[in-house]
């Protein structure tokens, strides 16, 4: 196994195939309890899809998934050790090196775990606080336990590898940014309320026009009212005539329950996924609604004879949401992807939730070159919190 040079890992940032740790990791004359995580975090890296080897460096600081602070090692681990600790607790081996460099006059403990591992690797009995038959997974820059269909999905993965077939992994991904996180995601709707009455306002003076106004008769009354109206009538066709406040009220309570979603996906094989297109399928459910980018609320524009013109000439997608008998199914084109590359949906899909409640979808995945499409089931656990409306809300229109 080649090691890397400290220069170029002291550089990387945090994710689903790299951490940087203060502390050492407590082993030597430490309790099973403590053991434990040692033990999780190569479990999980092991398991993790990545498209190289994985790195844990032990005796930095971090700040924002980088390197922060040099603090080193006084206590390094031996390989030795280790590795007859992790393979003695394992279903199978896992394949990993454990080796002590030198960073900016620092000693640093390094465990490289090797990308091709025979997955899914998990506790073969308890040990400490670690159950068995747990497998841990790292996504992201964080670790859990994985769940069954990420289990199944490693196994397939793993044999088709054997076989030279094609290997598509699919995860759900932030809409803000690069972080994947599993078939499962929680998304966060608002309700919005009206903010508490302002108090009640302290009786003013009249103003000039109502003090006119009580000096006229009512014939002049009627007439002024009159060309006020004509006055109101003309400005409403400029062209910058604002939509009115029930308008921008109603536009605001709508968008604010909408929640935004890409996808990930990785090509884990040996040679391009050609043509690939994956279809979600999200059952119609009361309250809920999945639109995409164009068919999102759109933030009101007016009355004025300009404002009802749409100038816009809209950018072709790479995703589309379709409504079907029974359900919503998203369309998703991420064309051709290189071995061992990754793909993000650029653009969003949005979906709305009117109560709090569990959604089963799945994916399907077409490619050239797969024998049969590949099937991953999904959840999305949509909620809705309340809030006070703010003015901000009348503004948004992507995120």
Avoid: C
Avoid at 27 to 55: C, P, Q
Avoid at 145 to 161: C, E, R, T, V, Y
Avoid at 168 to 186: K, L, P
Wanted: aromatic letters at 8%; glycine letters at 4%.
């Amino acid at each position: 196994m080649n090691t890397i040079a400290s220069t170029t890992l002291l550089n990387m940032t945090e994710s689903e195939s790299f951490d940087f740790k203060s502390d050492q990791y407590k082993f030597y004359g430490a309790t099973d309890e403590e053991k434990a995580e040692l033990l999780k975090d190569i479990i999980a890296f092991a398991n993790s899809w990545k498209t190289g080897d994985a790195f844990i460096v032990i005796g930095v600081t971090e700040k924002n998934g980088r390197k922060d602070t040099l603090v080193g090692v006084a206590n390094p681990l031996k390989d030795n050790d280790i590795q007859q600790f992790i393979n003695s607790k394992t279903n199978r081996p896992v394949r990993f090196l454990v080796y002590s460099d030198k960073a900016e006059g620092q000693d640093i403990n390094v465990i490289q775990i090797t990308r091709d591992q025979q997955r899914p690797i998990f506790l073969s009995k308890a040990f400490g606080k670690l159950k068995p038959n747990d497998a841990y997974i790292r996504s992201g820059s964080s670790t859990a336990i994985a769940s069954p269909d990420q289990i199944a999905l490693m196994a397939k993965a793993d044999q088709n590898a054997i076989l030279g077939e094609t290997r598509i992994a699919m995860e759900w991904a932030d809409a803000t940014s690069r972080n994947h996180f599993g078939t499962e995601v929680t998304l966060t709707g608002a309700r919005l309320i009206e903010p508490p009455p302002p108090p009640k306002p302290t009786p003013r003076a009249p103003t000039t026009l109502e003090k006119k106004m009580l000096r006229m008769s009512p014939f002049d009354q009627m007439n002024f009212l009159e060309r006020q109206s004509q006055l109101v009538r003309l400005v409403s066709l400029a062209p910058n005539n604002e939509p009115s406040s029930e308008e921008l009220k109603d536009y605001a309570e709508t968008r604010a329950l909408f929640s935004p979603l890409r996808i990930w996906l990785k090509n884990l094989g040996v040679r391009n996924a050609a043509d690939v297109k994956v279809r979600i399928t999200i059952p119609k459910i009361d309250g809920v609604v999945v639109v995409d980018t164009r068919t999102l609320p759109k933030r009101p524009r007016g009355r004025g004879l300009l404002s009802a013109l749409d100038l816009h000439t809209p950018l072709p997608l790479d995703t589309y949401v379709r409504e079907v008998s029974g359900a919503w199914t998203v369309e998703i084109d991420a064309k051709t992807i290189q071995p061992q590359d990754e793909f993000w949906s650029y653009d969003r899909f949005y979906v709305a939730s009117a109560s709090d409640q569990t959604i089963e979808a799945s994916a399907t995945i077409f490619a050239d070159d797969l024998a049969k499409p590949i099937e991953i089931p999904l959840k999305i656990h949509a909620k809705v919190v309340e809030r006070i409306i703010t003015p901000a809300d009348f503004e948004a229109t992507e995120d």
